[in-house]
């Protein structure tokens, strides 16, 4: 178990906030106690409206999770984060006999794995000048069960949550808790694209499970009806295996 810990009159930063699951975590952090909230976009303009709403409480930021000295800057920016949300990703369809699966993977490898690296290696050092915080990553149920048409994503989210397990364990030492967050089919354009459109359920599931998981001090969090459900198989493995590890 992490530490528990409370979003309360906290600063966040989300990357992705201009639409789908990104921007329901900062519109439902700012509704919930949140001070301020860094909308991480790669092009500042798509915020406006989050602008008007929520006036000083919100700034846009550039970040781009292909481009590292995007993110640098973003931390030089940044300076008084206390939660960071990585949500921001990336899906292209491709199985794996199909001749661009090899190109889709590297994209998506470098977008859902680099981009995670990146953005934990800019802003571990600024969690840290603050006492520490919380580090949320956007993994996917994808991440333990791969689907042929999106297989080369799948295989993206699988290793970025083996990369969740490892930061856990590192930032525990600098008081940065971290969750590893598990939606199933959401309502945003990728699950639309992934063809899971008619089952999807709101992106308001994952921001307020966000919320009670941190504060209850998880490290997985599995939000939505299809999520919970692979959760009752896994979790007696995730508890005697993935977070006993972490706490050894």
Do not use: C
Not at 201 to 226: C, N, Y
């Amino acid at each position: 178990m992490n530490t528990p810990f409370d979003i309360d009159y906290k600063v966040a930063l989300v990357t992705g906030a201009n639409r789908g699951i990104g921007r329901a975590i900062a519109e439902t952090f700012l509704n919930k106690g949140v001070r301020k909230v860094y909308l991480a976009v790669r092009d500042v303009d798509s915020v406006q409206d989050l602008e008007q709403q929520f006036a000083d409480r919100v700034t846009p930021i550039h970040i781009d999770l292909s481009q590292p000295n995007s993110i640098a800057a973003a931390a030089a920016n940044a300076q008084d984060v206390d939660i960071v949300v990585n949500n921001a990703g990336v899906l292209q369809n491709a199985s794996p006999l199909q001749p661009e699966s090899v190109e889709a993977l590297n994209w998506q490898m470098d977008i859902n794995v680099g981009g995670l690296l990146r953005i934990a290696q800019a802003f571990a050092p600024v969690l840290k000048a603050n006492g520490g915080g919380a580090f949320v990553q956007l993994n996917s149920i994808a991440s333990l069960r791969s689907f042929p048409a999106f297989a080369t994503y799948a295989a993206s989210k699988a290793a970025a949550y083996s990369l969740t397990q490892s930061l856990r364990h590192e930032l525990a030492q600098q008081n940065t808790v971290v969750l590893s967050v598990h939606p199933g089919p959401i309502a945003t354009d990728m699950a639309n694209e992934a063809g899971f459109g008619e089952i999807a359920e709101p992106a308001s599931l994952v921001a307020e499970g966000i919320i009670e998981a941190l504060r209850k001090g998880e490290f997985h969090l599995f939000p939505d009806t299809m999520a919970k459900e692979m959760w009752q198989v896994y979790e007696s493995f995730a508890r005697q295996v993935i977070e006993a590890v972490d706490t050894e």
